[in-house]
Every structure is written in structure tokens, then in C-alpha cells.
């Protein structure tokens, strides 16, 4: 079965430095692959995704994450941290023999320190 | 107004009564989609609708009933809640069912006293 780990529920950097926010995922078949991001109280934004093609992706807002399919990752990366970067991340999965449906991860909560 | 909507933002409601969620789409979507989303946990998909019939129910408990009039309107009725289920709600929508990408609203932050 699929199944999605993001590993720390809480992640903290400093204004400036590098964020890197982790993601695993177990899936048979290549999957589709997403970073959402989700502002207090609001709902879930798609940051970015991974469907075909180029392994590096670039998202919203200086983002981008690599697929890398012998480690079944699919970490996401900022050079430089923004205190508007502060939010919750969510990493998902999805297969097209499973109709698309949204595997999830638990998510992390981003701190920025200024 | 844009995107997908949701409300209302916050409800708080007693064990015995009865209340509705609302969520309307704005983008022309035939697909829409109702997630628990409890603190710690990874978001879990309870219904979804395409072309304003159900196509899944994730187990969920019969207290959550919902209801899809046309393509562009999603409600959760809600009726004999426990505590347990005091979580942020959200709706979702997507082109098609089985389309790679959806689309989020705000959210109802749900409270059961």
C-alpha cells in the first residue's frame, strides 16, 4: 500500500538560511508527487508537483523539490528562508491505478527564526 | 468570487445537534471532494462526488451524511457528532475525477462540546 512519510513534524531555520523539508514515499509503480502548503487558518495551496518528465521541479514562492527515484524521495527546497515561508508543508502521492486519489503525508510545520 | 469556497469558517456545535457545511467551486469543476483533518494526522479522504454522484465513501460514520445538488455545490450534513470528531474540514475540488491536481477551499474549523 502507498504510504507517505515526511520526516519531523516541526522543522526550524533561521531567516536567510536554507530550508529543506523531507519527504518518502512507498509506492509500486512510479507515482505522482505534490507539495502542498497550508497558511494559518487557511486551506491547502499546491506548492508544487511531479508528474512526468524533468525530476527537478520549480514551484510558487522560490520552492522546488527533486524526485529521485531510487531513494523514493521527493525532499523540498528553498535556498533562502522568508518569514512569509512560515506554514505548515504537506507532502502527497498519488497513482493512476488508484484513480488519483491523495495519499498524505502527516506534514511539517515550518519555523522561521528571525 | 474565485476558487473554492467553504462555509461557514467556524462552527461549534453540541452533540445533538444537527448542522451543515457548505462548499462551492468557482472553476467549472466536475469533481469534488470532502477531508477530515485532525491535528498530527495526515489529511483523510472521506467522500467524493463526480458529476454529483458519490463515487467513494472512506468508511465513513453514517453521523456524516453528504450531499452534492449540482456540480458546483458540496454540503456535509452532520448530526449526533462526538468530540472526536472536532477537526478542520475541507473541501476540495478537481477538473474531473481522476484528475492529478485539486484544488482547496479555506476550510470549516468544526468543535463537538
Known amino acids: 500500500a502507498q504510504s507517505v512519510t515526511q520526516l519531523g513534524s516541526h522543522v526550524s531555520v533561521s531567516e536567510g538560511a536554507l530550508v529543506l523539508l523531507r519527504c518518502n514515499y512507498s509506492?509500486?509503480?512510479?507515482?505522482?508527487l505534490f507539495w502542498y502548503v497550508q497558511y494559518p487558518n487557511q486551506g491547502l495551496q499546491l506548492l508544487l508537483k511531479?508528474?512526468?518528465?524533468a525530476t527537478l521541479v520549480k514551484g510558487i514562492n522560490g520552492f522546488e523539490a527533486e524526485f529521485k527515484k531510487s531513494e523514493t524521495s521527493f525532499h523540498l527546497t528553498k535556498p533562502s528562508a522568508h518569514m512569509s515561508d512560515a506554514a505548515e508543508y504537506f507532502c502527497?502521492?498519488?497513482?493512476?491505478?488508484?484513480?488519483?486519489?491523495?495519499?498524505w503525508g502527516a506534514g511539517t510545520k515550518l519555523i522561521i527564526k528571525p | 468570487e474565485t476558487g473554492v469556497t467553504q462555509t461557514p469558517r467556524h462552527l461549534v456545535m453540541g452533540m445533538t445537534n444537527k448542522k451543515s457545511l457548505k462548499c462551492e467551486q468557482h472553476?467549472?469543476?466536475?469533481?469534488m471532494y470532502w477531508y477530515k483533518q485532525s491535528a498530527k494526522k495526515p489529511l483523510e479522504l472521506m467522500f467524493v462526488?463526480?458529476?454529483?454522484?458519490?463515487?467513494e465513501n472512506n468508511s465513513v460514520p453514517s453521523r456524516f451524511s453528504p450531499e452534492c445538488p449540482n456540480s458546483s455545490h458540496l454540503f456535509l450534513h452532520l448530526h449526533t457528532l462526538q468530540p472526536e470528531d472536532s477537526a478542520l474540514y475541507l473541501c476540495?475540488?478537481?477538473?474531473?475525477?481522476?484528475?492529478?491536481?485539486?484544488?482547496f477551499g479555506p476550510g470549516t474549523r468544526l468543535t463537538v462540546l
Open positions: 472553476l467549472g469543476h466536475n469533481a
Open positions: 511531479y508528474t512526468t518528465g
Open positions: 509506492s509500486s509503480v512510479p507515482p505522482y
Open positions: 462526488y463526480s458529476l454529483e454522484e458519490r463515487v
Open positions: 502527497a502521492v498519488s497513482e493512476e491505478s488508484r484513480n488519483y486519489q491523495l495519499i
Open positions: 476540495a475540488s478537481s477538473p474531473q475525477q481522476g484528475t492529478v491536481t485539486q484544488y
